[in-house]
């Protein structure tokens, strides 16, 4: 629909004539403004605030760096069918300084952020993807010479705020899984001066970070977060809450393997180890690649990707509890514990069976007591016990 | 010391001078069975939660299996929740043999005869337990020990309940378990295997009650029915 390189971005434009230039009517705009609003959870009121401030914006000023990550988080933001407007806007505040996507290289890209943080100095949103590993002197990521922490200190300094894109900027991610050789932590372990926004998932969906950076531009600051650091309007339900497999798990309906009759007819996987109920995203409203689908959609199991450590904590990804000794044993816990339960049911038989041998022998060799009240304990039932007061 | 060891382990005389023990109060009776009823349905709906192992056929919106399993879990942990708040007022305001002083064996002698009660117990010695009225120091242990369970039990439940509205009281008081555990599936897994806690205390539980009753005739399961236990006039307990 709008091709990413018909219209430059021109050094004095508003977003909104840069906009209009590569085709985007009024109508569009403000229509995907609405969206916006909606996704962010703000009333309609919102709407033409939301649009005057994005049109009226003259130089976007989002510095986007990259540190030890897999692209994934950019990957996902840039692979849509049909670049949205909010592509656009994410194209244009991300072409200063985004390895993936800058056209420069080498010093002439180094350049390009230094000037870039020195115009803008104080008021810039800083977008990090990727974690900062600081083993050994930080020596497993340097970038011009330097390590990913001088850069991302460097970086965050003149920053207004700053926007921790994807599991790796938010924790640390799959480098960070025991026993985490590099040594690598999320942003908010380095920055704590200063905002840092979560957006939390490997990768997380494009349109929590556009609407995150929406939000900023228009409104001068962060959405509301929750304890993690993550937007609530996007990371305030549980997965489980809002899939379009819950009417299964209410009723009792499990797959139980990937090919039985129940996968087929798309039934809860909570079986075969889904952590939706475990797991804040809003996977299955705003789904994957322009709202196709998304993993539980098509059958597999979350696994748990927007929270914390999920690499240790969540797996294995296709059971219900953790592997938490890493050797397996949980995997049968129920089964020791069962057998623990009946182990306690027979030792205490047992124990039955022997005390009442013990009674037995000790009672033959009692002799026979007389009671104060005359009877005797071997008295035959016939004289009725009389007890007093 | 050795005429109040040979009181009550042999069978009570069927007749003579007895005495009324009143030993467990209403609220605590009341609570013992309002736990014990609750904890079987919180374990058979837990397990069923945990690992679904029956499931329905058919169309989902005729069935509503795993929401009832999970409506009874939350209305027998909160009946459970309800016996705590009465068993911790208790220990404050019940007799002797109730408050929270019978449920820390911590004196010499109650240490001294915590392992004479052990040593009864592993070597089928039951004359030579030193008898009590209320709880003996072994079971003054387990019990503390059982509370402390179900506590972890019920604040690991509370963490995992309160996930279901992350705006919700329930998520704002008990979200600080699963950081501090390492994350919600572990705090899962620790509820899971407490479970198994329960199920081995049950039979151990019910089998010395029973086993006690029989030995020495005294009255111990009515005890929990009635209030209390008739006990010869003379006999000497180290709780008298
Ligand atoms: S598929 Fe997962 S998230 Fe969906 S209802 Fe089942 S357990 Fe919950």
Redesign the pocket.
């Known amino acids: 629909m709008y091709s990413p390189t018909s219209h430059p971005w021109t050094e004095g434009e508003t977003l909104g004539h840069h906009l209009e230039q590569r085709g985007v009517s009024r109508r569009d705009f403000v229509e995907y403004c609405g969206g916006l609003c909606a996704v962010l959870g703000l009333g309609n009121l919102a709407v033409p605030r939301m649009a005057r401030a994005l049109q009226t914006l003259k130089r976007p000023s989002v510095i986007w760096i990259q540190l030890q990550e897999c692209t994934g988080c950019v990957e996902s933001v840039i692979r849509t069918s049909e670049p949205t407007i909010g592509n656009l806007i994410l194209d244009l505040v991300s072409l200063d300084y985004s390895h993936t996507l800058m056209a420069a290289a080498g010093h002439q890209a180094e350049d390009a952020l230094q000037s870039a943080m020195k115009q803008n100095a104080g008021k810039y949103l800083l977008v990090v993807t990727g974690s900062v590993p600081l083993a050994d002197g930080g020596v497993y990521l340097t970038i011009g010479g330097r390590t990913a922490e001088t850069i991302l200190k460097e970086a965050a300094a003149g920053a207004a705020a700053v926007v921790a894109v994807g599991a790796c900027a938010h924790w640390g991610s799959v480098q960070a899984a025991r026993p985490n050789p590099t040594g690598a932590v999320g942003v908010s372990a380095i920055i704590k001066d200063k905002p840092v926004i979560n957006i939390a998932g490997c990768p997380p969906i494009a349109d929590v970070i556009t609407a995150t950076v929406v939000h900023f531009l228009t409104f001068g600051r962060m959405p509301a977060t929750d304890g993690d650091g993550r937007p609530l309007f996007a990371y305030g339900a549980r997965?489980?809450d809002q899939?379009?497999?819950?009417a299964?798990?209410d009723a009792g309906q499990f797959v139980t393997s990937f090919d039985d009759d129940a996968a087929r007819q798309g039934w809860?996987?909570?079986h075969v180890g889904?952590?939706?109920?475990a797991t804040f995203s809003p996977c299955p409203i705003f789904q994957w690649n322009d709202a196709t689908s998304w993993p539980?959609g098509a059958g597999h199991?979350?696994l748990g990707c927007t929270e914390r450590h999920f690499w240790d904590t969540m797996t294995p990804f296709y059971g219900r509890l953790p592997d938490i000794g890493g050797f397996g044993v949980e995997r049968s816990a129920d089964i020791i514990g069962a057998a623990l339960a009946v182990g306690a049911t027979a030792g205490v038989a047992a124990h039955a069976v022997a005390t009442g041998i013990h009674e037995a022998r000790r009672r033959r060799s009692l002799p026979i007591v007389e009671a104060p009240g005359g009877g005797s304990s071997a008295a035959p039932p016939s004289s009725p016990p009389s007890v007093k007061e | 010391m050795s005429t109040i060891m040979a009181a009550p382990p042999k069978p009570l005389p069927r007749t003579g001078n007895y005495r009324w023990v009143s030993l467990w109060g209403v609220p605590i009776r009341v609570m013992h069975w309002a736990a014990a009823l609750s904890i079987v349905v919180l374990a058979v709906t837990g397990l069923y939660i945990g690992k679904p192992y029956f499931m329905t056929s058919g169309e989902a919106s005729s069935h509503f299996l795993m929401g009832w399993m999970r409506f009874l879990h939350f209305t027998a942990a909160g009946v459970v929740v309800m016996t705590a708040v009465v068993r911790v007022y208790w220990l404050f305001a019940g007799n002797r043999y109730e408050r929270w002083r019978a449920l820390v064996p911590v004196s010499r002698k109650n240490l001294r005869n915590l392992l004479r009660q052990a040593r009864a117990y592993v070597l089928v010695r039951p004359e030579e337990a030193p008898p009590y009225l209320g709880h003996n120091p072994l079971q003054q242990m387990s019990y503390t020990m059982l509370y402390a369970i179900a506590a972890a039990q019920v604040v690991t439940g509370f963490a995992l309940y309160g996930q279901y509205n992350s705006a919700g009281i329930f998520y704002r008081a008990f979200n600080w378990i699963g950081p501090l555990l390492g994350g919600i599936p572990n705090v899962r897994f620790i509820h899971h295997e407490i479970t198994w806690v329960f199920a081995i205390y049950l039979p151990i539980h019910v089998y010395l009650s029973i086993r006690a009753d029989v030995l020495e005739h005294n009255s111990t399961i009515s005890s929990i029915v009635s209030g209390g236990r008739m006990v010869p006039a003379d006999a000497k307990f180290q709780d008298d």
């Not at chain 1, 899939?243 to 819950?246: D, L, N």
């Not at chain 1, 889904?274 to 109920?277: A, D, E, I, Q, V």
Request: include cysteine.
């Open positions: 997965i489980h899939c379009s497999r819950r299964n798990f809860c996987l909570y889904c952590k939706g109920p539980i199991p979350c």
